[in-house]
């Protein structure tokens, strides 16, 4: 069900692994203690084969036929006005679903490979992997069994971290992209198979072709680097005034993680053998009408470095939650030579979504990589550590999810005995989801890792600053589009169970005005990442000079919530309002168990 973008790992159309069992370092890896760094790197084309597609005659890039009758509306069925192309005969669209945004979006072409990416490093005997997928998330079921045939093979499965770039335009990882009314997932399970299989060899391709290596690194704001990414009331020239280091944060308040992580590593003939970039974004700009496979802007991003440098790049997203992406803001429209477009002398600005946008803000982060990554200090150590991390499931839609199958993982894979959190006491947890953190040293830099969407403000804190404590400054708060007045004077705790809450003396004349606090418009207040005072952003817990998040790793279960801001109330069948990220979390305590997890580590 894929192909290889790069022809030194072979895997067998079986799906089984490749055998590169020796003795000694598993894999033939170079383990030697002489304070000298090592790397490899191997990138995988995923692509999936597309034999099964279908006719958008009404061009809305949805399949709006029924998946068992290939004929569509000639068949006479009310509701089955589209055919499909049924290449193995049995009567059913086994379509390639594609992630994000609305359900039913089956791919009808290939823009550019979905790939995984693994870069394998080692420093006097310590290594680890650190693998990138073009994925909207890869769930722990499909991720643990690849870890496993790695650690059959000798390499310790604990030094393996798989991050997903949550992709918009990659095939559906998850199951909730398909046909939701039919009941049926939008996981292809052929297409699944293959995922474990890739991650075994792109990593053991990847270890056997170690070579010498010295580190470049930096890191930076975008914003601050570039300041056409960001609007005048963040410090730049961007026309859109919130616009931050090129994203566009729609959710409040606006806590935007433009920090940019680049690590360049040169062989000892001074050529470029592999760049690891870190930033935090949603991979969606293309849009929600496209059907053809992509990486979104990581593609450019990553093509804009091999460009100029050769080698081969791996992305590792960051912190993406409360929501960072540059869907629908404007950026400075780039030419792919990485020149700014203009007309008559000015710069000519692109908003809302496209190729353009997508091209336009990998090239800016490329350029902004090449400028940040000036740090050649040798690396002393590469660390690995990790905690166990099982997450709550209290999402009834995800709870229903599971049930019916429709998620790509089985109920029976859950967490459901006593080191589940709450399991058999609160009815409301179903079972748990096993996952966990790794904290990744390498040198001077830090990754914390996260199984999920993690807001900015909970891995580097909340900004110090008055509207985050006065609901009453939001309105003309930089930080708060979206703030209703009229809840100022609420308890945010009433609040977070219900869509609308009556306020006294809201025109002045005494009297109760029906509900005309809109509570899905408004934020905790103070706004803060705990009820505990003691817990520390994730950032403040790890150590190093460099610190970045790593997202989506090793697992997936939707968005991780401040404890404090989650509302209860938003859900897949009701109003979401500014809360949307709840109705796609596991749970309120998704958070806490994070964070226990980091504070273990440091302990």
């Known amino acids: ?22 003795e000694g370092p598993p894999f033939g890896m170079t383990l030697k203690e002489d304070g000298k760094l090592y790397a490899g790197i191997t990138r995988l084309d995923i692509t999936p084969s597309l034999d099964e597609t279908f006719q958008d005659l009404n061009g809305n890039g949805k399949f ?14 009310a509701g089955c006005d589209e055919p499909f192309v049924d290449a193995d005969g049995d009567g059913h669209f086994d379509a390639i679903w594609i992630a994000g945004f609305g359900d039913q979006r089956g791919a009808l072409g290939v823009h550019d490979p979905i790939t995984l990416t693994a870069l394998v490093m080692s420093l006097n005997g310590e290594y680890v992997a650190m693998v990138g997928v073009d994925a909207v998330g890869i769930l722990e079921s499909r991720i643990r069994p690849g ?39 939008g996981v292809n399970p052929d297409y699944a198979d293959t995922i474990p299989v890739a991650i075994f060899d792109a990593v053991s391709t990847a270890a056997s072709e170690m070579v010498e290596v010295t580190p470049t690194y930096g890191q930076d704001n975008v914003g601050a680097v570039d300041p056409t990414t960001s609007g005048e009331v963040f410090g730049g020239t961007n ?42 974004s949603h991979p969606e700009v293309v849009g929600d009408e496209n059907n053809e496979l992509s990486a979104d802007y990581v593609y ?14 791996i992305f590792i997203s960051g912190a993406l939650g409360g929501m960072q992406s540059a869907l629908s803001g404007t950026l400075p429209k780039m030419d792919s030579d990485g020149n700014r477009v203009t007309e008559n002398g000015e710069q000519v600005w692109i908003e809302g979504t496209g190729w353009d946008m997508a091209e336009s803000q990998g090239i800016l982060l490329g350029q902004a990589a090449d400028l940040i990554a000036t740090n050649s200090t040798p690396w002393d150590q590469i660390r690995v550590r990790t905690a166990p991390v099982p997450i709550p499931v ?46 990744v040293q390498l040198g001077p830099i830090t990754f914390g890792s996260v199984p999920g969407e993690v807001f900015p403000e909970l891995f580097w804190g909340v900004p110090d600053e008055e509207a985050m404590k006065d609901a009453t400054k939001r309105p003309a708060d930089r930080r708060w589009k979206r703030h209703d007045p009229d809840c ?16 006294v003396d809201c025109d002045g004349d005494g009297g109760v005005c029906d509900g005309v606090c809109e509570c899905l418009e408004v934020h ?60 796609n979390s596991c749970s309120r305590e998704f958070t806490t168990a994070v964070q226990k997890g980091f504070v273990s580590l440091m302990e």
């Open 488 to 503: 100022d004077t609420v308890d945010y705790e009433d609040c977070r169970v219900t869509a609308r809450l009556d306020v």
């Open 300 to 313: 450019y991003f990553r093509d804009w470095i091999e460009r100029q440098h050769g080698g081969t790049t």
């Open 64 to 77: 709006d036929g029924c998946t068992n009758e290939p004929s569509g509306a000639a068949s006479g069925r």
């Open 1 to 22: 069900m894929y192909r290889f973008f790069l022809p030194l790992a072979l895997v067998a159309c079986t799906g089984e692994p490749k055998d590169t069992q020796t």
């Open 524 to 583: 905790a207040v103070p706004y803060r990442i705990s009820d505990d005072p003691t817990m520390l952003p994730i950032h403040d817990m790890l150590p190093g000079t460099y610190r970045a998040p790593m997202g989506i790793t090793n697992g997936y279960c939707g968005y991780i919530v401040p404890d404090p801001d989650f509302n209860t109330y938003a859900s897949a069948l009701t109003e979401e309002g500014d809360h949307y990220e709840e109705t």
């Open 239 to 280: 026309p859109d005034s919130w616009m931050i280091g090129t994203i566009n944060d729609i959710r409040d308040p606006l806590v935007a993680g433009d920090q940019l992580l680049a690590i360049a590593l040169d062989g000892t003939d001074g050529q470029r053998v592999a760049t690891l970039v870190n930033f935090s």
């Open 394 to 439: 209290t999402n009834q839609y995800y709870q229903l999810a599971f049930r019916l199958g429709i998620l790509d993982t089985k109920a029976e894979d859950l967490v459901q005995d006593s080191a589940c959190p709450g399991y058999g006491v609160d009815p409301d947890v179903f079972g748990c989801v096993p996952a966990g953190v790794w904290v």
């Open 147 to 185: 870890r496993e045939l790695l650690g059959q093979a000798g390499f310790d499965m604990d030094r393996v971290v798989v991050s997903a770039s949550h992709s918009h335009q990659s095939p559906d990882t998850v199951g909730i992209w398909g046909d939701i009314d039919g009941l049926e997932s």
